[in-house]
């Protein structure tokens, strides 16, 4: 096999030169991002180092043999129907190396993206940027921070700080936060939906927000529960109600809600503990926007997961647009060492934060953030 290197301003160049010397049999072997300090190291030029092979054994066409004359008709429609078939064959072959050289053109935006961190920002922001990928910030946050982040450095006579970095950090967030609102309970709702996918901890989390408004704030609460799959979850609240001495009704239909919002009328609060369901399937949401009433009476939570992938999250709250959700609610932030999630589905769907848990125990591991206190869990256990 030849191997040969070669080094372009871009992958498209570099493509065009390997075609252009070694043929269209060639095979990218490797690739990467060559770097070039000028201007006293403030500008880094970036080239593209491509290493191609080829195998020169040329292969002997196929010889077609002659016709026999001597036999029958169908041999010679197959002949005169030669052309056809060499056509499709030769249409395949193209399709075949198309393929593969997106395969091979991927695999090398691949490499590079893997590469595109180092050679955009100096090597003092780099351990900063890690950082942020560990906290799980979204692609498009740390792109745009780590832009603000080289505009400091650049602006600064090349000297940058841990505080330095967390400062730029917090007022880009601050930024982009601005309008959404982050805290807990306003106490001016009656009404207290609490929505969310099974296993994300509703019941508990209901559990904990009616204990701190029976214990802190000695309102008179009452609790309706329309999630009569899982008896445990019945069992459950009913031993939570039965703690906080506080009224619960069970509903199947709509009627039974009505009903159940009729008796509980009396009370100040009453918290609502709806199915969880996989809500990523439409039709889940269509059932409880037919039960519940999302008036201008009641306020909605939306009850999240921090150990879930993002994407079925996104996916989860996508399929709640239509409900007017106005604040989310984290769990299980106990389970996990990165609270990026927070910040990217607050920016990203503009809507607030209203608690996050941090264990089981009712009524204490529940808090009430303010955008100060989540900078905190954001850069806990960093420095410089």
């Keep these: 096999m030849k191997m040969k290197k070669y080094n372009a301003p871009s992958i498209a160049e570099a493509m065009k030169m390997i075609r252009a010397d070694l043929g269209e049999d060639a095979v990218i072997l490797n690739s990467k991002v060559v770097t070039k300090k000028k201007y006293f190291g403030l500008v880094k030029e970036k080239s593209f180092e491509v290493v191609a092979g080829v195998d020169r054994v040329e292969k002997q066409p196929p010889v077609s043999p002659l016709p026999d004359f001597a ?30 050289e997106i395969a091979d053109l991927k695999s090398i935006m691949q490499s590079l993206q893997r590469h595109s961190i180092q050679s955009q920002y100096p090597d003092e922001l780099l351990p900063f940027i890690d950082f942020l990928k560990r906290q799980e910030l979204s692609k498009e946050l740390i792109t745009a921070i780590s832009d603000e982040l080289f505009q400091h450095f650049k602006n600064n006579s090349q000297e940058i700080s841990f505080q330095d970095m967390r400062a730029v950090v917090e007022d880009y967030l601050r930024e982009q936060l601005k309008g959404v609102e ?53 069992e459950q609240l009913k031993t939570y109600a039965g703690l906080l001495q506080a009224p619960i009704e069970i509903v199947y239909n709509a009627e039974d809600y009505k009903n159940a919002l009729n008796k509980l009328d009396h009370l100040d609060i009453i918290f609502i503990d709806t199915a969880g369901r996989n809500y990523k399937e ?52 106990d389970e996990t060492n990165s609270i990026g999630t927070m910040f990217n589905l607050m920016i990203k769907y503009k809507k607030g934060l209203a608690y996050y848990t941090n264990g089981q125990e009712v009524p204490e591991d529940i808090e009430q953030p303010d955008l100060e206190n989540l900078f905190e869990l954001f850069f806990q256990g960093e420095s410089e």
């Design 182 to 234: 982050i805290g807990g309970l306003t106490y001016d709702k009656k009404y207290i939906n609490i929505l969310g996918p099974t296993g994300v901890g509703k019941t508990t989390t209901i559990a904990k927000m009616a204990a701190r408004s029976v214990l802190e704030k000695k309102k008179k609460i009452g609790f309706i529960t329309t999630d009569t799959y899982r008896i445990a979850a019945i």
């Design 71 to 100: 036999a029958p008709v169908s041999s010679y429609k197959e002949i005169a129907a030669s052309p056809a078939k060499e056509q499709e064959t030769a249409d395949n072959q193209m399709n075949e190396e198309l393929k593969k």
């Design 282 to 333: 439409a039709k889940y949401v269509e059932d409880l926007q037919r039960l519940i009433n999302f008036t201008d009476q009641a306020e909605s939570f939306l009850v999240l997961s921090l150990t879930a992938k993002e994407k079925d999250v996104e996916a989860i709250v996508d399929q709640f647009k239509e409900i007017p959700i106005k604040k989310f609610i984290f769990t299980k932030l």
